[in-house]
């Protein structure tokens, strides 16, 4: 469970970038996060996961608080960020080995782990590899394949399907629908409105730094008195 309690964020001191946020995503669902560029959807994200200093209120995993607990909160996560770059000089397999040791993955675990993941996402090859050689998407599937590896409750991820090939793009969305079926809860944001009417048992709009709209996608398309698609829903909320 992930809540966000009386968060505001400003980068420059001036203009408030996320303005009083209040959320609260429960166990056992997938909770799609949409709103237009530069809505404050990547800030969020990167509240949560503590990428990002919170200027006031919290924000809390599993109970632990991201600010004063940050330890403990980041044990309970795993995070796929929307640019995926980092330590662009270890191979494939040195990262994730690197975060198998992090995350106390017993070497069994990592082994047949690694195996099977990278065998589903198409990347086996490539995994002796420098990670700088990957394109966005091979390096988007290893950042994947490092948060199943030691497979947190809380799964945030922020716009995951950019980028991926339509068979990786499937299987993720099968795993966060199996994820959430366990008990457990998958965040992430998207502008892919269909993926987020299919897939999502909640979402949340945000638009200029506020939550407009919380609810199901019926709830949306029944708001805004539009039976028929999300898409024209969404737009109309925005302009309103
Ligand atoms: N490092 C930064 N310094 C200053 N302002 C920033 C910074 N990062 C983001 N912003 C501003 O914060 C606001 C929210 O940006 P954010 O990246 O959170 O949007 P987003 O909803 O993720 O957009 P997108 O759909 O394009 O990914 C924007 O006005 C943006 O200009
Ligand atoms: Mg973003």
Redo the contacts with the bound molecule.
Sequence with gaps: MIEIKNVSQS??KK?K?IENMNLKIEDGTIFGFI????????????MITGVLKIDSGDIFIDGNSITKNPIEAKKLFGFVP?SPDAFEKLTGLEYLNFIGDIYNVSPKDRLEKVKNLSDKFGITNSLKDRIQSYSHGMKQKLLIISVLLYNPKNWIL??PMTGLDPKASFILKELMKEHSKNGNTVFF?T?VLEVAEKLCDKIAV?DK?KIIFVGTCEELKEKSKNNSSLEESFLKIIEE
């Excluded at 709103?35 to 990167?46: C, D, L, M, Q, V």
């Design positions: 980068y420059s203009i970038v709103g237009p560029n530069g809505a404050g959807k990547t800030t969020t994200i990167e929307d922020d716009e944001s502008h945000i730094g």
